[in-house]
T-cell receptor, first 111, second 114 residues
């Protein structure tokens, strides 16, 4: 079945450094969504990408969907302590009915 | 606050027991999803209901079952509980069938099986 893999599993950065997490699928995705889960909290929707090669920005966050629609990335510029949490990508395959979540990348930002 | 409510917040029970987790979706949302989150497995999709009907099934064990009622709230029933069932159980809801919908997650129910 379709699998969505995320790397790295953990990332520890100093405040102000950049951060990137990558999401790869074994099959073509019809769309990909990104969620953030703060420690002790629940996943919160960040964004959805649908088109091949799509790039979307939210302030310091940049999301990309690969040309082949099999991979995606989330890049945070100049991290802040408020960026701490686990970032999940979730992909919907072309033949699927439900989102498959990656295992997430846990980001720790130290001041 | 996502608008999705889940009860109870915490549940502690013994192996072999049966529990019911409850979820109320956001007002107007027709789909309800159940997820299991454990430390080593991440977020595992269990099952989706849309307007009272089962829509999609994920890695849900036969010991687990769910339903969505006419008022659109949903219940997840876990029976013959094992230690490995200890996890956070999230419910999420979305406006429609879910192909491209945003999912809004509830605060979760933390289940501990002793």
């Amino acid at each position: 079945g379709q699998q969505v893999m995320q790397i790295p599993q953990y990332q520890h950065v100093q405040e102000g450094e950049d951060f990137t997490t990558y999401c790869n699928s074994s099959t073509t995705l019809s769309n990909i969504q990104w969620y953030k889960q703060r420690p002790g909290g629940h996943p919160v929707f960040l964004i959805q990408l649908v088109k091949s090669g799509e790039v979307k920005k939210q302030k310091r966050l940049t999301f990309q969907f690969g040309e082949a629609k099999k991979n995606s990335s989330l890049h945070i510029t100049a991290t802040q302590t408020t960026d701490v949490g686990t970032y999940f990508c979730a992909g919907l395959s072309n033949s699927g009915y439900a989102l498959n979540f990656g295992k997430g990348t846990s980001l720790l930002v130290t001041p | 606050d996502s608008g999705v409510t889940q009860t109870p917040k915490h549940l502690i029970t013994a192996t072999g027991q049966r529990v019911t987790l409850r979820c109320s979706p956001r007002s107007g949302d027709l789909s309800v999803y159940w997820y299991q989150q454990s430390l080593d497995q991440g977020l595992q999709f269990l099952i989706q209901y849309y307007n009272g009907e089962e829509r999609a099934k994920g890695n849900i064990l036969e010991r687990f079952s769910a339903q969505q009622f006419p008022d659109l709230h949903s219940e997840l029933n876990l029976s013959s509980l094992e230690l490995g069932d200890s996890a956070l159980y999230f419910c999420a809801s979305s406006r429609d069938r879910g192909y491209t919908d945003t999912q809004y997650f509830g605060p979760g129910t933390r289940l501990t099986v002793l």
